[in-house]
């Protein structure tokens, strides 16, 4: 049931959106959904009030694909009296593959980005961290761009200044030769 009052939510909040703002295309921009699909939702809407916008399953239950019911109960009974057997049939989890060897602070630094939401009047904005493999000190910093500028931006405004105080240096590669 949450997942049905998230989506109405979603839905609601577009249509209350595109009537307050009187502008469809910046309410289906801010919300990230397209026009036709907000037509959609208000013709749904017009048509049957909230009940016309909780998503409805199509798909028809398929009884060959049903277990019987003396079946399920026995697997259920068999599971609540023993738990313990779930992980003796479950896959292996899945072991790391290969370690990677640092041998000092910054020798490797590890960069990522992920997406942090959108705010009004700013954007859509990133988090664009940094991470050293040897010291797991870490980095961060937000960005309303995603792209290897800021992730350069990020290496020489916090990283480097922070070895250079330390008096270590982030190597590039695995050579001696320095990034800045």
């Known amino acids: 049931m949450k997942t049905a009052n998230k989506d109405l939510n979603y839905k609601l909040g577009l249509l209350k ?31 049957g009030g ?41 896959k292996p989890s899945k072991a790391p593959h290969g370690t990677i060897e640092t041998f000092y602070p910054g020798y490797l630094v590890a960069q990522d980005t992920c997406y942090v939401g959108h705010l009004k009047g700013v954007g859509f904005v990133y988090l664009q961290t940094a991470i050293d493999t040897y010291s797991k000190v ?34 590039w590669k695995n050579t001696n030769k320095n990034i800045f």
């Not at 500028?149 to 290496?155: K, R, S, Y």
Request: net charge positive.
């Open 17 to 47: 959106l595109a009537m307050g703002l009187y502008n469809v295309s910046l309410a289906c921009k801010i919300f990230g959904c397209s026009r036709p699909t907000y037509y959609r939702y208000k013709k749904a809407y017009l048509e």
């Open 50 to 90: 909230e009940e016309a916008l909780l998503d409805v399953s199509r798909k028809k239950p398929n009884p060959k694909n049903q277990v019987l019911l003396h079946i399920s109960e026995a697997v259920l009974s068999l599971s609540l009296e023993h738990p313990e057997f779930g992980k003796q049939r479950a």
């Open 138 to 171: 870490a980095f961060a910093k937000l960005y309303v761009h995603k792209n290897a500028v800021v992730a350069a931006d990020l290496l020489r405004d916090k990283v480097v200044p922070f070895f250079e105080e330390n008096g270590l240096r982030v190597q």
